[in-house]
């Protein structure tokens, strides 16, 4: 009986442990994942952004560019985003989770997404992927027990919405070939995005400083993690813009919000982020 004691305390403390230590798989994954698209996307573009870059994009977007002053300002292949602390709701009636959000994209079509939180005390971690224009959104409870993996063509489809949504944390996204546009009128216009075989379609607005405002596109499926499956309207909205010290304008606040037939899901929202450029 004693051996059966201390052999169970013994792994009981190593299951401890190893929930303490920094590493898990599935951020190991996500960190290599990241270098490796960072490396391929170094020589993507250089030099600055100029007139002639944007002359052939609608002129709300073009507008956007000399508003937000890049014009004659470096060209990026990159952006990090760290949001800390942010709460993720499931449904307006449920007390949200906490996250800590790490996102990366690259000026091709690649998304990168870590989410690091605890369930009941046990660490937990999501991630999000686009890469080559496919898509799964993968959970894991104490580094190894999978939750939900969900892939296929509506998270393909998902996952590049996803990334036209937060392109404006990476405005060289908007030089893309891959990115086909139409003017709708003065404050709005709409870019398809066709890569891969892979499609997605929305809408982008601007406010009345001429800066992006939101995305919106009826063209996502709402993906529960038991694999359900509802298009209904969704939105990443962007209220707040601020100048860095080279005059650079970027997004200060962001919400991701699905519009469901009982009203609107804010189901995420972070304000006052770190934003890193490469």
Not at 189 to 216: M, P
Not at 227 to 246: F, R
């Amino acid at each position: 009986m004693i051996w059966v004691l201390c052999s169970i305390a013994i792994m009981v403390l190593a299951v401890i442990i190893f929930l303490l230590i920094p590493y898990s798989p599935i951020r190991s994954k996500f960190q290599r994942d990241v270098q490796s698209h960072l490396e391929l996307s170094s020589a993507m573009y250089t030099g600055i952004f100029t007139k002639e870059d944007t002359a052939s994009l609608p002129e709300p977007v073009q507008n956007h560019f000399r508003m937000a002053g890049l014009i004659g300002k470096p060209i990026p292949n990159s952006v990090r985003a760290f949001m800390s602390s942010v709460p993720l709701y499931e449904t307006n009636d449920k007390p949200p989770l906490n996250i800590d959000y790490t996102l990366y994209l690259f000026a091709s079509p690649v998304r990168l997404a870590h989410i690091q939180t605890s369930m009941f005390g046990i660490p937990f971690e999501g991630y999000d992927s686009s890469q080559e224009g496919i898509g799964f959104m993968k959970g894991v409870i104490g580094k190894v027990f999978t939750l939900f993996n969900v892939a296929g063509p509506n998270m393909d489809s998902g996952q590049i919405l996803t990334w036209l949504g937060e392109a404006p944390l990476l405005p060289s996204i908007f030089l893309s070939e891959y990115i086909i546009w139409e003017t709708i009128d003065a404050t709005s216009v709409r870019a398809t995005l066709n890569y891969k075989g892979v499609t997605g379609s929305g809408v982008y607005t601007f406010d009345e400083n001429g800066f992006f405002q939101s995305f919106h596109t009826k063209g996502r499926a709402k993906i529960d993690t038991n694999g359900s499956v509802e298009y209904i309207g969704w939105s990443a909205m962007y209220d707040e813009w601020q100048q860095d010290e080279n005059g650079t304008c970027a997004p200060y606040s962001v919400r991701a919000v699905w519009h469901e037939s009982g009203g609107d899901l804010v189901y995420f929202a972070s304000s006052g982020f770190d934003v890193v450029y490469d």
